[in-house]
């Protein structure tokens, strides 16, 4: 039976094994997905045993994002861009990695609202963390000619900025208003949350009357930031397909078949985090 996992410390808080498990079973498959709690110390024998044997790969989340990196064979373009991956699979007896957050990011706002063309406008993003990196080099692939980075701790943005180069600005926090007048996209990847109270409120008003606005937060699934977008009357996108999405390039690459995200899966993921979710 083919094996693969998710990896982190924590690693209770993770949906990925209800999601590989939905699809196994949908297509019949005789694989198993389970979660694994990896400590630091521990990340390099663990990456180890996925050489040989029927565990053929795994998903790595938080904290190993960019260390697990010194143990595999060949990143690919995206891990080398950003320096960070959550995707490890086997293919002739080398450790591959790929980095499935900006593309996962990209295909839930296509799935989302299908007539959006995310890359025509300048871009504001909240957030210099690691799924900012990886949300800004997919956009920058996209084709989006300006993103706008907001963060709490500046330097990060500025890091942040340096990194990607000319199409990607670090704005102080009184440059906002300017940044959200031209923006068409507005993605928050703080783990904040950014409610009104937050330190980081937003001029609403200000923002584009036309704009998108994304959160990849997904729990609550309609965070405060999302609720604020609506009461301004902006589409939103909520962060839990963005996690359905990602999942989808480990999946094929460890079952050998390609999964889709189907409304059922979504609502499936949304009653666990939601018991009271409502299609
Ligand atoms: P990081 O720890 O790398 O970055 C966290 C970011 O949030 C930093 O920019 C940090 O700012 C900011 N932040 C944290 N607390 C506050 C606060 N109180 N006020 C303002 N800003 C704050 O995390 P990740 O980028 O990996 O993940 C961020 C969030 O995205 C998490 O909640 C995670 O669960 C979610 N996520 C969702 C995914 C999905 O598939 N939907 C995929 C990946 C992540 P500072 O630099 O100042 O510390």
């Not at 498959?29 to 400590?39: L, N, P, R, T």
């Not at 050489?51 to 995206?78: W, Y």
């Not at 409120?201 to 699934?221: E, F």
Request: charged share 20%.
């Amino acid at each position: 039976m083919i094996k693969a996992s998710v990896i982190g410390w924590p690693i209770s808080h993770s949906r990925s094994p209800l999601i590989h498990s939905y699809w196994l079973k949908q297509m019949g498959i005789d694989g198993i997905y389970q979660k694994h709690a990896v400590e630091p110390q521990d990340l390099g024998s663990f990456i180890q045993t996925l050489r040989n044997g029927d565990h053929v790969g795994t998903n790595v989340t938080l904290p190993h994002k960019e260390t697990a990196l010194g143990h595999i064979d060949e990143p690919d373009d995206r891990v080398r861009r950003i320096g960070a991956l959550n995707t490890i699979w086997r293919e002739n007896g080398r450790l591959c990695a790929t980095s499935t957050d900006g593309p996962g990011f990209v295909a839930n706002l296509r799935q989302t609202l299908p007539n959006s063309s995310p890359a025509a406008q300048p871009v504001t993003i909240l957030g210099a963390g690691g799924s900012a990196r990886s949300i800004i080099d997919e956009m920058l692939r996209q084709g989006v000619d300006r993103i706008y980075i907001v963060n709490r701790t500046f330097s990060r943005a500025e890091t942040l900025a340096e990194h990607f180069g000319p199409h990607v600005t670090a704005i102080n926090t009184n440059e906002i208003a300017s940044a959200l007048s031209q923006s068409g996209l507005l993605i928050n990847t703080t783990s904040a949350g950014l409610s009104e109270q937050s330190e980081l409120a937003l001029p609403w008003t200000s923002l584009k009357a036309t704009a998108l606005v994304a959160d990849i937060v997904y729990t609550p699934l309609i965070t405060p930031f999302l609720q604020a977008a609506k009461a301004h009357d902006h589409p939103i996108v909520p962060g839990l397909g963005m996690l359905l999405h990602q999942a989808v390039v480990g999946f094929e690459k460890w079952f050998g078949q390609r999964p889709v995200v189907t409304q059922e899966l979504h609502d499936l993921v949304a009653r666990d985090i939601d018991p009271d979710y409502k299609p």
